[in-house]
C-alpha cells in the first residue's frame, strides 16, 4: 500500500498507463493523488478523465487548464478549444464537467502530513488559514450558480491578498493563488506574467516557497504547475512534480511515504520536444 503524487497529465494519457506500470499501480491498496491539469493540450483530455473519475483511490486538486475546461464547456471562452472538443461533445461530457467541479483546491493529509495543491499555498496563509479560504472558494464552484463566478473568474487583480476583499474579487485571489501562482514580491505580490526558469526570473520576484516568513514550514507541499522548474525547488517541503511531459519531456510519480520518484517519457503519444511556452492563461 503506497501513496503517489503525479504531476500534471494535461491528457498525455499514454504516459500515465506507462508511468502506473512502471510503478506496479494496483487501484485496490495504493492511492494516487494528481496536482490538478489533468487536461488540456495532450491529445487524450477525455480518456484522462475517465479513468481518474473511475479511480476507487484516488486525490484530485484543480488546475487552471481544468478551470479552463469548465469555461469552455458552458461556452464562456472558446480558446484553445482543440485540446478540450473531444470532452466537450462526449456522450458523458455533463457527468464529468460536474464531477471535476467537485474537487477542492486544496488538500491535507494530517497522517502524511503533505498539503496537495496545483501552483502552491500563498506565503502569507497558515494551514488553517488556507484550508479555510480553499473551503470558501469550493463552496462557489461547487454551487448550482457556478457560472457566474466562472464569467469573472480571470484576471490578474487584486493580486496581493487582504482579508478585507470580497465578492469576485476575494474568491478571484484565492483561485489565482491555488491555480496560477508562481512568482511574487517580498510584500506578497503575486506577478502572473513570468512562466520561464528560475535563472531568467525578474530580480525583485520570488518563487512563492521562497519568500522569507512563509508561514507553512513544517508541513510538506507537492504541486504542479511550473514546468519550467524541472521538478527541483531546493526548498525544504516544497516538492515540484510538473516534468513538461507534455512538452515532449517527462511525466512523475512520486512516492509520498519516502519521496522516490519514478518517470515516463513523453514519447507514447508522439509529442515533439519543444520549449517551455505560455502555460495557458497563467
Known amino acids: 500500500m503506497a501513496?503517489?503524487?503525479?504531476?500534471?497529465?494535461?491528457?498525455?494519457?499514454?504516459?500515465?498507463?506507462?508511468?502506473?506500470?512502471?510503478?506496479?499501480?494496483?487501484?485496490?491498496?495504493?492511492?494516487l493523488w494528481f496536482v490538478g491539469d489533468l487536461v488540456n493540450r495532450g491529445p487524450k483530455s477525455l480518456e484522462v478523465l475517465r479513468f481518474i473519475k473511475n479511480l476507487p483511490q484516488k486525490i484530485v486538486v484543480l488546475g487552471n487548464h481544468d478551470l479552463h475546461l469548465l469555461n469552455f464547456y458552458n461556452k464562456i471562452?472558446?480558446?484553445?478549444?482543440?485540446?478540450?472538443e473531444a470532452v466537450v461533445n462526449a456522450e458523458d461530457a455533463a457527468t464529468l464537467i460536474n464531477w471535476l467541479r467537485m474537487q477542492p483546491l486544496m488538500h491535507y493529509d494530517a497522517k502524511l502530513n503533505y498539503i496537495l495543491v496545483h501552483a502552491g499555498v500563498y506565503p502569507e496563509w497558515s494551514l488553517s488559514q488556507a484550508a479555510t479560504l480553499?473551503?470558501?472558494?469550493?463552496?462557489?464552484?461547487?454551487?448550482?450558480?457556478?457560472?457566474?463566478?466562472?464569467?469573472h473568474m480571470y484576471g490578474n487583480a487584486p493580486n496581493k491578498w487582504n482579508e478585507n476583499l470580497q465578492g469576485y474579487d476575494r474568491i478571484r485571489f484565492i483561485i489565482n493563488s491555488f491555480t496560477r501562482m508562481r512568482l511574487c514580491d517580498a510584500n506578497g505580490n503575486l506577478d502572473f506574467t513570468y512562466t520561464g526558469s528560475l535563472d531568467g526570473k525578474p530580480k525583485e520576484l520570488m518563487p512563492w516557497f521562497?519568500?522569507?516568513?512563509?508561514?507553512?514550514?513544517n508541513e510538506k507541499i507537492v504541486?504542479?504547475?511550473?514546468?519550467a522548474l524541472g521538478g527541483?525547488?531546493?526548498?525544504t517541503n516544497v516538492f515540484a512534480l510538473d516534468t513538461g511531459c507534455v512538452y515532449g519531456k517527462v511525466l512523475t510519480a512520486m512516492r509520498l511515504e519516502d519521496q522516490v520518484r519514478f518517470q515516463a517519457s513523453?514519447?507514447?503519444?508522439?509529442?515533439?520536444?519543444?520549449?517551455y511556452g505560455s502555460e495557458g492563461r497563467g
Open 210 to 217: 521562497k519568500i522569507p516568513g512563509r508561514k507553512i514550514q
Open 232 to 235: 527541483v525547488t531546493n526548498t
Open 134 to 151: 480553499a473551503r470558501e472558494a469550493e463552496q462557489v464552484l461547487c454551487s448550482d450558480n457556478y457560472t457566474d463566478f466562472l464569467e
Open 266 to 275: 513523453a514519447v507514447l503519444s508522439g509529442m515533439a520536444k519543444t520549449a
Open 3 to 31: 501513496t503517489y503524487c503525479i504531476g500534471d497529465v494535461q491528457g498525455c494519457f499514454d504516459e500515465l498507463r506507462e508511468l502506473l506500470a512502471i510503478i506496479n499501480f494496483n487501484p485496490y491498496q495504493d492511492t
Open 223 to 227: 504541486f504542479g504547475h511550473w514546468a
Open 77 to 84: 471562452v472558446d480558446f484553445e478549444a482543440s485540446h478540450l
